[in-house]
């Protein structure tokens, strides 16, 4: 389905893609996850034909992506759709106009367009608020509307940068959820680039790992999982100087982390989040890194916020 072949890129003196090749199977939800820098947009962003790079080449379905302005070009351009992290929806615009945007542009019939518009908007739930702004919207009904406002061109690609990134892990999960569901009904493609383990772990059939990039290992979620390649154990923790927390916390405590960054003015990365129970007795378990000097401090902030949290052994202990 898409055919990335010995694709290089650089800005200026950096190298940001470093002669990859990747084949991504139709109708699969493919994760790419690495480091921050690692070079998971710039990726994205040539396969949907934003950006140029220097060698390789990429196709989708068998027509070459290129960023020209030529028919071919743009047509094929047209079965790619995109999910931004910031959800680019146009303020001025009601969740119909938004979703009814590219179809405007393109030229199609007001009749075609409102069948389309009204499925779509029937397809990512959100029927009640078909004439709101986004304004008044929150983050995940942004986030719907972002995706029926991609998938309006009937693409046969989507592809999500970061798509969950500035949601609540609720909110997230749903999104991932209806991700699955419109992968499954239709059979599009989705590529997932995402910071988070656990959003590949929970929805990619297949994944990749970047570092500086190179492709450090790809294949099926499940085998890499199994398998547990260097670069996964890199992922979940292993960093020099870096110390790996379990916390649970519940519903009410989601915004603990943001108040201990503030508290000890220290930094952290949420590596996974998983959901325990239901109701009174849900539970986020959250797996965190702390830089080593900060480890004692974190401990004791949580603990003396009668927050469970405990060390977690780097090698082999993996909390994904
Ligand atoms: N337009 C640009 N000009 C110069 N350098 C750039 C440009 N865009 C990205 N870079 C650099 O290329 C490298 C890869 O960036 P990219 O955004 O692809 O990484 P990423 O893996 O998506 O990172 P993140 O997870 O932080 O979003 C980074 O070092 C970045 O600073």
Redo the contacts with the bound molecule.
Sequence with gaps: MIQIENLSKR?GE?E?LNTMSLHIQKGSIFGII?Q????????LRCINGLETFDSGRILVDGIQISTGNDRQAREARREIGMVFQNFSLLDRLNVYDNVAFPMKSWGYKKKEIDERVRELIGLVDLNDKISAFPPYLSGGQKQRVAIARALTMQPKVLLCD?ATSALDPRTAESILNLLKEINEKTGITIIV?A?QLSVIRNICTHMAI?EDGHLACHGATTEIFMQAPAALRRLQGNRENHANLSVSVCEQDLFVFSRMARALETDFDIMDIQHLGMGKEAQIHYSIRVPEEKLDTCLSWLRKKGIYCQTVEKEGADSV
Aim: avoid cysteine; aromatic fraction near 6%.
């Design positions: 800005y950096l940001v690495g921050s820098g690692a070079g998971k947009s710039t990726l970061e680039v910071h970047l």
